[in-house]
């Protein structure tokens, strides 16, 4: 894979399948390079596999199909360019979809009632005066925001305190059709200065279940709880007793008194409510009357990997998605008790689910595959689509081989080796997740590909503090990051150089976020690496509390408040040691690791004339790698492999190499320190 292989890339979201179970719907993203923006369709498919799947839509994006119970209106989102999602609704019949709101902020995903006449969703609602709500009020001419939670600011979102998240209700139109009228006025069910999200109606339509915090104290807790409201606004209850985080409430539609709420939680927070490290969010219960939290899985060993934006409950059971040992697997758990059945295991990530007519449509990932739809029937798994087939067919695609090593202590390392064809020896890439409590593992990781294809050998494993080995291995780094993680980053890298097919002496780390905590800390111990990159990292625990959006809390539960012992976890506290040649990576408009993190670093290394780089990318946040402009993440992919091409230099990779000035390059691809580079702090138009 290469940079501009981006514009291939096909990645299909949530399904949907209609209550015969004969049809599922997906929208399906891509990268548009030259528009430098995403666009995405709704594609239509036969579950049992009798025809091709076929755009539905052709909005320029269009996203989060929900089949209504009665099988005859397609709910979804679709943005105009440079425009908010809204809510349409399209006869499955036929004809023209209609928008049913227009939101200034835009709306969230629909969520039909159970006679199909209503839609429930969430929207955020700006303060007047602000986000362009009034055209004589730029942004710089608001009111100054008075603060006064700890909770005010969210990664990708950026001020949350004068644009709550709110439920609202809308009537489906009379005339679905276009014809003129108005639609019916959303209602604005929920209101407050807190968030309201993942709303779900009860069976008989009467109640609608959502998640909030409004307890007293929630501005220094991690808890949140299920509340339940008329739809008229009425009758306000709070359902959960339990100190948990919750999330995704939904009701068994066969049990017509709505008795129960399933849903997915971290069920014990403890006392304080805020001991989250490598708490495992597993499928619960509650009584819709009021009560504690009850797992339904054991919270030990399941994680919640999938990503519905809901808990999925259909035939008696619960279908769920779990973490395991880099994989997603899809579970159907019996509300009744008993043994969960895996639907689908090995090595696939399931990353949505849908049920419908007694057909189980997942949205699968693998190792060369950013998704395609599977339906599951009793006794069968059939493939449906063949999204993946653009990119598959350049050829540019690499297999993971699975592998694990010993750390010091005799503790297991689990990951994976990626390798160029050829006999080698490759030269090292050392990568680093995010997290911590994350996991790589089974899917297409579009970056590692590139790296393969450039010619570098690629590793990656999951440390103690991963997600994915149960809670134990999460736990343990709690107020320790940096210590056994390392250790066990670094044994995988050790036992992963014993192949001679890899040069041991041509090794390079990095990482993102808690990955650039990882690699500023080691190269802060060790001179082993050729270079490195750290990107969008954790460096410093003490100014992160006062500039992160979870600076008030994440630091005191992964690295302790002990000065001491926080100083020992620090990577900038001993980044004067750094002496590693190290590129810097960071978005402008980060606010879960705020670029001070990566400036800090930059600024240290280069008072010192360590060879270093500044890449910065305007108007991005902590997701650039993932969801930042396409132009953005392909410039980001060509400047980190300049960046290797520069210090580990390959056959594939040799383009940057030959850009350099004479002498920058040593044979064995690392500059003396004495000759530190002379590329400035570099801004991407």
Known sequence: MRPTDLSLLRV???????????????????????????????????????EPARPLTHGHRDTE?????????????????????????????????????DHHLGAGTPVWSPDSRRLAYTARVPEAGRYGTDEDVPPAAEAPRLITTLTYRADGVGFTNDRRSHVFVVDLPAETEDDGVAPPTPFQVTGGDVDDTDVTWSPSGAELAFVSA????????????????????????????????????????????????????????????????????????????????????????????????????????????????????????????????????????????AVGGGVVVATVAHDRSAGELIAVTPGRRRLITGFGAPLQATGRLHRMRETTATAPDGYPVHGWVTTPPGPGPHPVLLTVHGGPFAQYGWTLFDETQAYVEAGYAVLQCNPRGSSGYGEAHGRVIKEHMGELDADDVVAFLDAALEDPTLDSSRVGIMGGSYGGFMTTLLVGRTDRFVAAISERAFNDPVSFVGSSDIGFFFPDEYVGTDPERVAAQSPMASAHRITTPTMVIHSEEDWRCPLEQGTRLFVELKRRGVPTELLLFPGEGHELSRSGRPKHRQARLEHVLRWWGRWLPTPQNSSAVAALPAGQASSNGRAPHAEPLTVQATRLP
Do not use: M
Request: glycine residues 12%.
């Open 65 to 101: 199909p929900v089949y209504s119970p009665d099988g005859r209106w397609l709910a979804y989102l679709s943005a105009e360019p440079k425009g908010k999602p809204q809510l349409h609704v399209l006869a499955t019949a036929g004809g023209v979809a209609r928008a049913l709101t």
């Open 12 to 50: 299909p979201g949530v399904p949907t399948v209609s209550p015969d179970g004969a049809t599922a719907v997906v929208a399906v993203t891509r990268l548009d390079l030259d528009a430098d923006e995403y666009r995405s369709q709704l594609w239509t498919v036969p579950t049992d596999g009798s």
């Open 214 to 353: 409004r307890h007293e104290g929630a501005d220094t807790d991690r808890v949140s709880d299920v509340y339940t409201v008329r739809p008229d606004g009425t009758g306000l209850r709070k359902v959960t007793a339990s100190r948990s985080a919750v999330a995704h409430p939904a009701y068994d539609p066969d049990d017509p008194d709505g008795s129960t709420i399933y849903l997915t939680a971290q069920p014990d927070l403890g006392p304080l409510g805020r001991d989250f490290v490598g708490r495992n969010t597993t499928l619960c219960r509650v009584p819709a009357a009021g009560g504690e939290v009850e797992p339904l899985l054991d919270p030990e060993e399941h994680d919640r990997g999938d990503e519905t934006p809901a808990t999925v409950v259909a035939g008696g059971a619960a279908f769920f998605g779990v973490q395991r040992r880099g994989a997603v697997e899809l579970l159907r758990v019996p509300l009744s008790g008993g043994a969960p059945e895996a639907l689908v295991d090995g090595h696939y990530t399931v990353r949505g689910i």
